[in-house]
């Protein structure tokens, strides 16, 4: 846009960046900045997801990460208090920053209660718009999942040099325990099953069965798709010893999705788990829980290239030979090779052919890297919980549920 100064000589007003992105290798991000103001240090991903937003930022298993989504237009319809992940949002468990191609426009839809800018403030959710958000994608393709600074400073003004220190001095997520930090101080019941059009969520009230399930970052709709089985969910903190999960008397035990590089957190989760596996009680692992599970039982996991963040993964199911259409977060996987006698690999990613699940041979004991309960997201995986609420039914003499409804 031209402008004209006292002596009619024609200037160009340009627009000053209020949000940087700062690669660990120094590459420098210009952007406009919303959310919270500040900066955080984290790995960048990015996710296909088209909808879904506010469950992605506030999975806890997004903890030190910052989120490039690959869909131009987010934040259209707003945001409400029903549509986000973690126990307690008080804590902010999930992702520090978000990354947009586009502005955010003012919401259209009737359950908004705000607007995601206002939203992103609120988590304290550093984020950025007006970038190329392809080209970052393409990066990460590339290069992988880089270390990173964002940051937001409406008046514009950084300082870029220790932006890019931070950046290069990040150790990453490799070893990194953050499970400790999203899970829950103590242990509680949850009672609220799914959400229905026009109703809200339901209150369990008649209860089945009794689930224990270890958070290490675990999701608000797996706790409601248990809950909506028939199940009382007790949820205990990731330290939690085997001695008082057992003392809980459970029907079922489930290990919950989470951050971080799992073989930090297997250092005091997987003891627990062996333990817990010298029972007969089923078990089922999501995610964190997967790759913690793998790992109690021999196997080996490893960080990902590029990592597996979306909606729209195909996936293969081995014991029934059908394909599915899954929500995925997850930077780590399980090694199949390293798999040993007596685990079996039961489901595995069409895209690039990793470990997507696993059995324990003759024992009530499964476990699936993707997210089955993803809200919003494909449901063609929501069978699972009815697959580990089968094997608590077949324990104790009771009819099978029909795994798809």
Same mark, same amino acid.
């Given at each position: 846009? #031209?402008?004209? /100064?006292?002596? *009619?000589t024609?200037?160009? @007003?340009t627009?000053?960046?209020t949000? %940087?992105?700062v690669?660990?290798?120094g590459?420098l ?11 955080a ?9 088209l909808?879904?937003?506010q469950?992605?930022?506030t999975d806890?298993?997004?903890a030190?990460?910052i989120?490039?989504?690959t869909f131009?237009?987010i934040g259209n319809?707003?945001?409400n208090?029903?549509d986000?992940e973690?126990?307690n949002p ?5 992702a520090v920053g978000a990354?947009?191609? #586009?502005?955010v /426009?003012?919401? *259209?839809?009737y359950?908004? @209660?705000?607007?995601l800018?206002?939203w %992103?403030?609120?988590?304290g959710?550093v984020?950025?718009s007006?970038?190329?958000t392809?080209a970052?994608t393409?990066?990460?393709r ?10 937001h400073a409406p008046?514009g003004?950084?300082?870029i ?6 950046a ?9 325990d953050?499970a400790?930090?999203v899970?829950?101080?103590q242990?509680?019941?949850?009672r609220e099953m799914p ?9 369990? /009230?008649d209860? *089945?069965?009794h689930?224990v @399930?270890i958070?290490?970052?675990v999701?608000?709709?797996?706790l409601?798709?248990l809950a909506g089985?028939?199940?009382k969910?007790t949820?205990?903190p990731a330290?939690?010893?085997?001695e008082e999960?057992?003392?809980m008397?459970p029907d079922?035990i ?12 297997g250092?005091?989760a ?6 817990l596996l010298k029972?007969?009680?089923?078990v089922?692992?999501?995610?964190l829980?997967?790759q913690m599970?793998?790992?109690a039982l021999?196997?080996?996991t490893?960080?990902?290239h590029q990592g ?6 195909p996936v293969?199911d081995?014991?029934?030979g059908?394909v599915e ?5 997850h930077g780590f996987a399980v090694d199949?090779?390293s798999?040993?006698t007596?685990v079996e690999?039961?489901h ?9 699940g696993?059995?324990?041979t003759g024992?009530p ?6 997210h089955?309960e993803?809200s ?7 069978y699972?919980f009815?697959r580990?609420?089968?094997?608590i039914?077949?324990k104790r003499?009771?009819?099978a549920?029909?795994e798809?409804?």
């Amino acid at each position: 846009m #031209a402008t004209m /100064t006292a002596a *009619s000589t024609p200037t160009w @007003a340009t627009e000053k960046p209020t949000a %940087l992105l700062v690669l660990a290798d120094g590459t420098l991000i210009e952007g406009r900045g919303l959310g919270a103001t500040g900066s955080a240090v984290a790995e960048v991903c990015f996710n296909t997801a088209l909808t879904g937003y506010q469950e992605i930022l506030t999975d806890p298993s997004y903890a030190g990460q910052i989120v490039t989504f690959t869909f131009p237009h987010i934040g259209n319809i707003g945001a409400n208090d029903e549509d986000i992940e973690d126990l307690n949002p008080v804590a902010r468990a999930g992702a520090v920053g978000a990354v947009f191609k #586009a502005d955010v /426009t003012n919401p *259209s839809s009737y359950r908004a @209660a705000s607007g995601l800018d206002q939203w %992103l403030k609120k988590r304290g959710i550093v984020a950025l718009s007006g970038i190329d958000t392809r080209a970052l994608t393409a990066l990460i393709r590339e290069k992988g999942m880089p270390n990173a600074v964002i940051a937001h400073a409406p008046d514009g003004i950084f300082d870029i040099d220790d932006l890019k220190r931070r950046a290069a001095a990040w150790s990453g997520l490799i070893g990194l325990d953050l499970a400790k930090d999203v899970t829950s101080g103590q242990s509680s019941v949850w009672r609220e099953m799914p959400w229905v059009w026009d109703e809200g969520f339901g209150e369990q /009230t008649d209860p *089945s069965m009794h689930v224990v @399930a270890i958070d290490y970052g675990v999701k608000r709709n797996i706790l409601r798709l248990l809950a909506g089985l028939g199940a009382k969910v007790t949820v205990v903190p990731a330290n939690t010893g085997a001695e008082e999960i057992l003392a809980m008397r459970p029907d079922g035990i489930f290990l919950s999705n989470g951050p971080g590089d799992p073989e930090a957190t297997g250092d005091y989760a997987v003891p627990v788990i062996r333990d817990l596996l010298k029972t007969d009680i089923p078990v089922f692992g999501i995610c964190l829980g997967h790759q913690m599970l793998a790992l109690a039982l021999g196997g080996k996991t490893a960080k990902m290239h590029q990592g597996h963040h979306g909606a729209n993964h195909p996936v293969k199911d081995h014991t029934t030979g059908k394909v599915e259409i899954v929500s995925m977060n997850h930077g780590f996987a399980v090694d199949a090779g390293s798999l040993p006698t007596g685990v079996e690999e039961t489901h595995v990613s069409l895209f690039d052919g990793s470990n997507c699940g696993i059995t324990l041979t003759g024992r009530p004991v499964f476990s699936v890297q993707h997210h089955p309960e993803a809200s919003p997201g494909p449901q063609d995986s929501h069978y699972l919980f009815r697959r580990f609420v089968n094997l608590i039914r077949e324990k104790r003499g009771e009819p099978a549920l029909a795994e798809r409804a």
